[in-house]
């Protein structure tokens, strides 16, 4: 089957992947879309270590094919979004609602595919580049069929970080000022996010003028093209800062809007031995820097909820999809997405 694989050197689209039956507690999903995530391209320029050869991919949506033993949340022609949050349940962490937090989550990649006799690497638990794709029962999220499978690929990664940045983890209440420094697939979910929550001012701040449109179509009430112009918006400072960007000196601008109380929440990926510095005394004010770890979701409740506001017409998913390609076309949609000329590209199968 085909599927992206990344060497340690170079990303090529295969036609020789396989991937194992699934096992006890698990579901094999038949992959319909994938978005093309900047977390997929960090893996590739190293900015997130990770061991190789890999399938790419966690942001995805597709029909299960089979289930394994004791799965029964979801059967054979079910539609599903992925997860990346392979959580086990059980743990303190889990049963505190706080999925993200599960130790079984992070950093244990398996090995479910293969290429001649040689394993590779499950990116995120998840590799949505592959035709078919083996995860765990909890990272299949069951969603009604009227969703179109390429808008709701967008769920399991930019929507569940850039809305639940401000639902779960932020709490932005009504009335409350936002500022989101970036306007990608995650800054506009943020936006959108904003809007849900009630935010009654929120401002877009993006170098790239061309996207005004969608950052005001995704709920921005103002756009600037560099982060001086806030203090003229927002004269105190702002409620929430999100830095959607991943960069050192953003971060250090993301604290400096803050208002009294305020809260600047980091959901951009620097290098991972960055360092950001800000003054000590800038934050006693009862000022805090949030980290946030794929929006706080927990998703069996957080992709349900959010496929239903779409369906309501609440929340953008079509709109975020602004290029699609067969997987054959990855290079093409890497280039569009390492320029910034897409929101984000979906790859289909």
């Known amino acids: 089957m085909r599927g992206v694989v990344f060497d340690g050197k170079r990303v090529e689209v295969v036609d020789d992947l396989a991937v194992r039956e699934p096992g006890p507690g698990e579901v094999l999903v038949a992959t319909a879309a994938a978005g093309l995530c900047h977390s997929d391209l960090s893996v590739v320029d190293g900015t997130i270590p990770f061991p190789v050869p890999v399938v790419l991919g966690h942001e995805g949506a597709g029909v299960v094919e089979a289930v394994g033993a004791g799965v029964t949340h979801v059967a054979p022609g079910d539609h599903v979004a992925l997860s990346t949050l392979a959580n086990c349940g059980t743990c303190a962490q889990c049963d505190r609602g706080r999925p993200t937090m599960c130790r079984q989550a992070i950093g244990r990649p398996g090995k479910p595919f293969t290429r001649g006799a040689e394993p590779v690497h499950q990116f995120a638990s998840n590799s949505a580049f592959a035709e078919r794709t083996v995860v765990k029962a909890v990272q299949a999220v069951p969603i009604p069929k009227d969703i179109p499978l390429e808008s709701a690929a967008l769920i399991g990664c930019g929507v569940l970080t850039g809305v639940g940045a401000v639902l779960n983890r932020a709490r932005v209440d009504r009335g409350d000022s936002v500022v989101v420094i970036g306007t990608g697939g995650v800054g506009l979910n943020v936006l959108q996010g904003a809007r849900l929550a009630g935010a009654l001012r929120i401002v877009a701040v993006d170098a790239n003028p061309a996207k005004e449109d969608a950052a005001r179509q995704f709920g921005a009430t103002d756009f600037l093209t560099s982060a001086e112009g806030v203090q003229d918006i927002l004269p105190t400072g702002a409620d929430h ?30 290098p991972a031995t960055a360092e950001a510095s800000f003054l000590v005394s800038s934050l006693y004010l009862d000022k805090s820097i949030l980290g946030c770890r794929y929006g706080s979701s927990r998703p ?24 699609v390609h067969p997987v054959e076309d990855f290079d093409k949609a890497r280039a569009d997405a390492e320029a910034g000329r897409v929101a984000r590209a979906v790859l289909t199968f």
């Open 241 to 270: 800062v999100f830095e959607c960007v991943g960069r050192v000196e953003l971060i250090r601008q993301a604290i400096d809007l803050l208002d009294r109380h305020g809260q600047a929440v980091l959901l951009g990926v620097p």
């Open 300 to 323: 069996q409740r957080d992709i349900a909820l959010y496929a239903e506001l779409y369906r309501q017409r609440r929340l953008l998913l079509d709109e975020l999809v602004t290029a």
